[in-house]
């Protein structure tokens, strides 16, 4: 599991910290990473140049969010105990981390980004009782306890803005909504292309008003249209099926791409996606935290 480290500097705990925050400091809208930071080395703080962060010059400018850069390196594990790697970024479940666990991280100077799943229905989430029938269609190919859902629905969309709100709450400092590329699927939904485009320029927008980055996980063949909505990508075998130069536009645009094969050992893609700038891992499907990073 990920230890819970306490560095030199960090003389207070995040309870502690919030506790001495007044109500009118509250009112102010004191950001989570104000309160994570007091009291923090600054050597820890010195990091964000790397990982891409940038600050807003007077409150005005309206929210600001994290912008990873190509070449970042990083660990994604959605199931097990949470394992330490020596990585910028830790891509990591919404609803199964915990406040804490995201803070831990953070005092260790890297960022964190929270899956979840924005375009499939999965039964086994707390508020999976909040789906109606009418906004389900077919199950997912492989994946037997998940459905589609219609992104058309404003009901879906409450969800999901409860979703990014719990993200906010949490401290991540992005976001990976999964399953975004519907409408190339059989989802039994009549989902069109711009269904979909509009959807993930909504999910875009209610991200950054939340003060999060969000990355665009597949959907390949609308990455033209919506790289400039998105801070980053993240794809599954690329190389495994020749698709990676369609990534290319988040890397011109000083976007990071984050991606694993299944299939293929290190040594097959490593190389390549070092020289595009790409953040690629070695995994197995359960995503459970063994890896080989390039």
């Known amino acids: 599991m990920l230890s819970l480290l306490i560095l030199t500097g960090c003389t207070t705990t995040f309870a502690q910290r919030t506790a001495n925050f007044t109500e009118e400091q509250m009112q102010q809208n004191t950001s989570y990473d104000d309160i994570v930071t007091s009291g923090i080395d600054n050597s820890v703080l010195d990091q964000r140049d790397h990982l891409g962060d940038t600050t807003p010059s007077s409150p005005s400018e309206g929210p600001i969010w994290w912008k990873p850069q190509p070449e970042l390196t990083w660990h994604w594990q959605l199931q097990g105990d949470l ?44 508020d ?35 979703r990014l709100d719990l993200a906010q709450s949490k401290g991540c400092d992005g976001v990976e909504p999964d399953n975004v590329d519907g409408y190339m699927n059989n989802t039994g939904l009549s989902l069109t292309a711009a269904d979909q485009l509009d959807y993930n320029r909504w999910l875009a927008t209610q991200a950054h008003q939340r003060g999060l980055a969000i990355g665009l996980k597949n959907d390949l063949d609308q990455i033209d249209d919506l790289v400039s909505s998105f801070d980053f990508a993240v794809n599954e075998q690329c ?28 040594s097959q893609f490593c190389q390549q996606a070092n020289e595009y700038g790409f953040s690629w891992l070695e995994m197995d499907y359960d995503l459970d935290g063994a890896r080989i990073g390039c």
């Open 83 to 126: 394992q330490q790697y020596d990585v910028d970024v830790y891509d990591i479940d919404l609803e199964d981390t915990s406040s804490d666990t995201i803070l831990q991280i953070h005092l260790q100077g890297k960022k964190v980004i929270c899956y979840f799943s924005a375009g499939s229905y999965e039964e086994w989430r707390s």
């Open 128 to 162: 999976s009782d909040q789906f109606p029938e009418s906004v389900l269609g077919n199950t997912l190919d492989g994946w037997p306890d998940e459905r589609w859902l219609d992104v058309r629905s404003e009901v879906v969309k409450d969800i999901m803005l409860s």
């Open 239 to 266: 190389f495994e099926y020749d698709e990676c130069e369609l990534l290319l536009p988040f890397i011109k645009q000083d976007k990071a791409v984050f991606g694993v094969e299944y299939e293929l050992s290190a």
